[in-house]
């Protein structure tokens, strides 16, 4: 079982129109879960930590928010040069480092 | 200049080739990371690096071995490659303060022919 779903897989909007990415965990005792933006054979790119329920962060057009089991990653009037795949990850357990990685939703914001 | 940067960025070779991915970083971080991506599948820790003398195998560590040559410098090497290894590597580095956040470079595309 994936302790990190992300849905859905791919995601095709109108310029303007809002709308939310979600990923849920299963993990126990939540370390931290972040968000990364990835262009086409690029890296990803950090976009936001969050740590405990009830945290939102914003930058632009984007904004996250978590819960207890899952994050959404919220975007208003996205704008084509959002497009893009978008990774959830989830860090878990007192003196762990390692991420483990959703499949992404990939974000396609048509003019 | 990118903070974390990869070579080669494209590579293609032949089973059994040995191969080595090299990733340094100038960010001073202390904390470094081998992923590789393959469609579907996501990114998946191989190995990672807390200091030049600490070097601990991650989910998918087989057919791998790393270097920790500096702390700017971890190099990801196949002894014997072979064609399930074609994916997209990249490396990662982390600080030991604050958020643990990691930064990607821009990857290397593997072939194995």
């Known amino acids: 079982e994936d302790q990190v779903t992300q849905s859905p897989e791919a995601l095709r909007l109108q310029e303007g129109e809002s709308s939310s990415l979600n990923c849920s965990y299963t993990v126990s005792g939540l370390r931290g879960l972040f968000w990364y933006r990835q262009d086409p054979g690029k890296g990803p790119e950090f976009l936001f930590t969050l740590y405990s329920a009830g945290e939102e962060k914003e930058k632009e057009r984007l904004k996250a928010t978590l819960t207890k089991k899952e994050s959404f990653l919220h975007i208003t009037a996205p704008k084509p040069e959002d497009s893009a795949t978008y990774l959830c990850?989830?860090?878990?357990?007192?003196?762990?480092?390692?991420?483990?990685f959703g499949k992404g939703t990939k974000l396609s914001v048509i003019p | 200049d990118a903070d974390v940067t990869q070579t080669p960025r494209n590579r293609i070779t032949k089973t059994g080739k040995r191969i080595m991915l090299e990733c340094s970083q100038t960010?001073?971080?202390?904390?470094m990371y081998w992923y590789r991506q393959d469609p579907g599948l996501g990114l998946r820790l191989i190995y990672y690096?807390?200091?030049?003398?600490?070097?601990n195998k991650g989910e998918i560590s087989d057919g791998y071995s790393v270097s920790r040559q500096a702390q700017a410098k971890f190099s990801l090497s196949l002894e014997s490659a072979i064609p399930n290894q074609t994916a997209l590597y990249f490396c990662a580095t982390s600080g030991r303060e604050g958020t643990d956040t990691q930064y990607f470079g821009p990857g290397t595309r593997l072939t194995v022919l």
């Open positions: 990850a989830v860090r878990e357990g007192a003196g762990s480092y390692q991420l483990t």
């Open positions: 690096s807390f200091d030049v003398k600490d070097i």
């Open positions: 960010k001073g971080h202390d904390r």
